[in-house]
């Protein structure tokens, strides 16, 4: 029963779902077929649309266009609850179950075995009990979920789904706070699962737990589909092909030769720099006019990176130095004083502020910088806008414009200008193109090369691997939060990065992190 | 097992205090002390528990005061003056009441608005609406009013279990039961846990919110009925700030503000250290009786630093490793 033949019954089809967000397309006529007993894995790096898939198929967002189809019958759920109704049970990273209430009310919440009026207590334990057995689990019911730790509350929460007749349970990166043994543990309950006949999604980004337990393999990308494998044929370059790549052939050739032997002032290096249980020592060096780039998988360490060298995270070994002399970066304060700048990947919960104009976003980390005491008035403001709203094309070209209202690229380049209006001598862009249609996304690219022409250190983190080969001077590439390849010049290719990406470490992968 | 439940400290509080107090007053160990420290806040046991409920379910009920204070106008009002049975009077604002309550549940769930804003709308509205009825104190001579007042339980020592303190404590044992033995109950925990949590575990999240605050105000109408019985007038500034009394009890008592933990038999205890105090000044003749406000303050402090402790601790091991717990 490991693996489960193509002829097993066909549990839950989802046919041509697409989903819009505004301008975004996050889901593009996406198929996806799970099997009755199996353990399918739903694979993608942030933004494929995974957790927009689930949502769409839960009833959390209406969807655009596209049939789900459960044990051959057209589901419509409106509601997460509707959807359990209905027999599609989620559990998400973040427990959904009350943690003040007791593990067996939480099992029984408003299904609980009732006499005259009367919650029947002792009962409702003992069924409790029985229930959680099934899952090798012997704790004390009574006592209050929260006092357990999240692994038994995740066990908690798949038991109270599976009770509650589930037939398609979908765990949403259910392994992220667990350790290596209470992964096991969660494993054999999903093989148990899978062997009654329950249909299995599950959701990581951890390459090594897929390949331990999933039958079959769904990979989605920007919103589409690339394809449904089955685990066991699919190499692991082939998967992370998969997920990273775009038409490979148009890659290396759109690389600029332009600047390449000239050697360049550094601009900052970390030496041994790192935090424990976050990223492990790496040294780095950053030129001016020259453009770094960092790849990796979703959870390699890319972004722990970024944080670190900007001061958005505390490292805990470690030195850096800005222009040769040594320097502290604990705060994102100490980053804007030495004149660096960092564009985060949450654009809309990190970086823009929607509700402001165009010119009060570009103009937010100049006065910052300037501090309190020494406003910026508003013909300079004007002026900086101004400036800015022409040399990035800022479309429409209204410096009194909500953020809010732009398009996903116009507002990528008002952060930008933020940082440029500061004149760093460092930028560090965490997925600069995420969410932009094609057009900017060509721009954004132009942009940064342009910078970089003027002298400007940029270190940029992008899953787009072509996109990282067109226009870095260096490539660092990250795997299980560790720096473990430096690639220059020649040899930055896709195939290469790949490669470095997928190197066999299954040893390493759970001892690295916390 | 880590540290003592907030319930266990509080009746350690309450015994505690009654010892001191017996040592230096050996009088107040009497049940005749204890019986008319139980009339005496019989209606602020009532109401606590009906708040109780309220705060548990994460919300917060600020009306329970002016309710009070209309109930016994209306009562007075309505016996002396447009001539009503008592009892249909009775029943007639316990209606009222609960149809209050109930709107405000609603408009709290239909608006997503917080319970703090509504219910201090309801508590301007109760009150002025007392004022709109009369402004002057308005004694009640209904002979069901001397009936009540001078029914006793003869208890030994001298003490006089009074119908009003029968009722409160009626009131709060079916309260503890419906808060621990019924799926309402269950409800009202897991509201205060996480509202949207509970609604996505099928809980009618909107129901339990109407029906919560209309048990609150409910109560209240039931503690102005018998704060009516314990002066024998309605008077529309009566009550005043007993919303406050009231939450400070049900703190005392061990119930989060944040909601999701607590219980009546705390609330309970955390009245009886209200009225304690109150005894021992009584007792003491020389202390203003704004000392009972400034314990009371003391307490509340001590007991939320105390909660803010307990959270921290409860919190802990929920990092560790499975198999860690016991």
């Not at chain 1, 290469?496 to 992190?513: H, K, M, P, T």
Request: aromatic letters at 6%; one cysteine or more.
């Amino acid at each position: 029963m490991e693996t489960s033949p193509d002829s097993a019954p066909c549990l839950l089809e989802v046919r041509g779902i697409s989903k819009s967000f505004g301008a975004v397309r996050a889901l593009q006529d996406v198929d996806f077929t799970l099997r009755a007993g199996e353990i399918h894995a739903l694979l993608g790096e942030n933004g494929a649309g995974k957790s927009t898939l689930i949502k769409v198929v839960t009833g959390v967002f209406p969807r655009d266009a596209g049939i789900v189809r459960l044990g051959g019958a057209e589901v419509a759920p409106r509601s997460s609850k509707a959807a359990l109704e209905a027999g599609i049970a989620t559990v998400y990273q973040e427990v959904n179950l009350l943690p003040n209430l007791s593990v067996a009310q939480n099992l029984f919440l408003d299904r609980q075995p009732m006499r005259f009026g009367i919650v029947r207590e002792g009962e409702m334990r003992r069924r409790a009990k029985a229930l959680l057995a099934e899952f090798g689990l012997d704790i004390d019911v009574a006592a209050p979920l929260g006092s357990y730790s999240v692994a038994i509350q995740h066990v908690t929460a798949i038991a109270r789904a599976v009770d509650l007749s589930a037939r398609v349970l979908i765990l949403d990166e259910p392994t992220a706070s667990l350790d290596r043994h209470e992964v096991e543990i969660l494993f054999k309950i999903m093989r148990q699962l899978a062997g009654r006949g329950i249909g299995i999604v599950f959701v990581s980004h951890f390459l090594d737990q897929v390949y331990e337990i999933s039958d079959r393999i769904t990979v989605l990308r920007n919103g589409r589909l690339v394809g449904e494998r089955e685990t066991a044929s699919l190499p692991r370059l082939e998967l992370i092909r998969m997920m990273l790549g775009r038409e490979l052939a148009e890659t290396t050739s759109a690389r600029a030769p332009a600047s390449e032997q000239q050697v360049r002032e550094i601009c900052a290096s970390f030496e041994g720099y790192g935090k424990s249980g976050y990223v492990a020592p790496f040294n780095l060096e950053l030129r001016h006019g020259e453009v770094v780039g960092l790849a990796g998988l979703l959870g390699s360490g890319r972004t722990e990176t970024a944080r670190l060298v900007f001061g958005a995270e505390r490292s805990d070994q470690g030195q850096a130095k800005v222009e040769g002399a040594p320097v502290r970066l604990q705060t994102p304060r100490d980053g804007v004083r030495h004149g660096f700048g960092y564009c985060p990947e949450e654009r809309k919960t990190e970086g823009i502020v929607a509700e402001l104009t165009v010119r009060e976003n570009i103009v937010l980390a100049l006065q910052a910088k300037r501090g309190l005491y020494l406003p910026l008035s508003r013909r300079e403001q004007d002026e900086i806008a101004a400036r800015f709203v022409k040399l990035l094309d800022i479309r429409p070209p209204d410096p009194e414009r909500p953020v809010g209202l732009l398009s996903g690229g116009n507002q990528q380049k008002v952060l930008l200008a933020r940082w440029l209006a500061t004149s760093p001598r460092l930028l560090v862009l965490d997925e600069p193109t995420r969410g932009i249609d094609v057009g900017a996304h060509a721009e954004i690219i132009r942009l940064i090369r342009e910078l970089c022409e003027d002298g400007l250190a940029l270190l940029v983190i992008s899953s787009e691997l072509d996109e990282i080969v067109t226009y870095s001077d260096r490539v660092v590439v990250l795997r299980d939060r560790a720096h473990v390849e430096e690639l220059q010049g020649e040899a930055i290719d896709v195939s290469n990065i790949l490669a470095a990406i997928a190197a066999d470490n299954s040893a390493v992968a759970q001892e690295g992190r916390p | 097992m880590k540290g003592l439940p907030p319930v266990l400290i509080t009746a350690i509080v309450l015994v505690a205090g009654f010892v001191l107090c017996a040592l230096q007053f050996p009088n107040i160990a009497s049940t005749r002390v204890v019986c008319n420290l139980l009339t005496d806040n019989a209606f602020l046991g009532i109401v606590a528990t009906g708040m109780t409920f309220v705060i548990i379910s994460g919300g917060i009920d600020l009306s329970v005061g002016s309710v009070i204070g209309f109930t016994t106008v209306f009562v007075a009002l309505a016996i002396e003056r447009w001539g009503m049975p008592p009892l249909v009077a009775f029943a007639a604002i316990l209606a009222l009441s609960a149809a209050f309550g109930a709107a405000m549940g609603a408009v709290i769930h239909l608006f997503d608005l917080p319970p703090f804003i509504v219910t201090l709308a309801g508590m301007f509205l109760a009150r002025g609406a007392s004022f709109l009825l009369s402004t002057e104190s308005v004694p009640i001579t209904a002979p069901i009013y001397s009936t009540v007042s001078d029914f006793a339980l003869r208890l030994p020592g001298g003490g006089r279990l009074t119908a009003v303190a029968i009722i409160m404590l009626v009131i709060v044992i079916g309260g503890a039961l419906l808060l621990q033995l019924t799926r309402f109950g269950a409800n009202v925990y897991a509201l205060g846990g996480s509202r949207v949590t509970a609604s996505l575990m099928g809980v009618a999240v909107g129901k339990m919110t109407i029906r919560i605050y209309m048990l609150s105000s409910l109560l209240a109408g039931i503690a102005g009925i018998v704060f009516s019985f314990y002066t024998g007038a309605g008077y529309s500034l009566s009550a005043v700030g007993v919303e406050l009394d009231t939450i400070a009890a049900v703190v005392i008592g061990g119930t989060l503000l944040t909601g999701g933990q607590g219980s009546v038999v705390g609330t309970f205890l955390g009245v009886l250290i209200q009225g304690l105090i109150q005894t021992y000044i009584n007792f003491d003749g020389t202390l203003s009786s704004w000392w009972t406000k400034i314990a009371t303050g003391v307490l509340l402090f001590a007991f939320i630093a105390l909660q803010q402790v307990m959270i921290a601790l409860a919190r802990r091991p929920a990092v560790r490793p499975a198999g860690a717990t016991s």
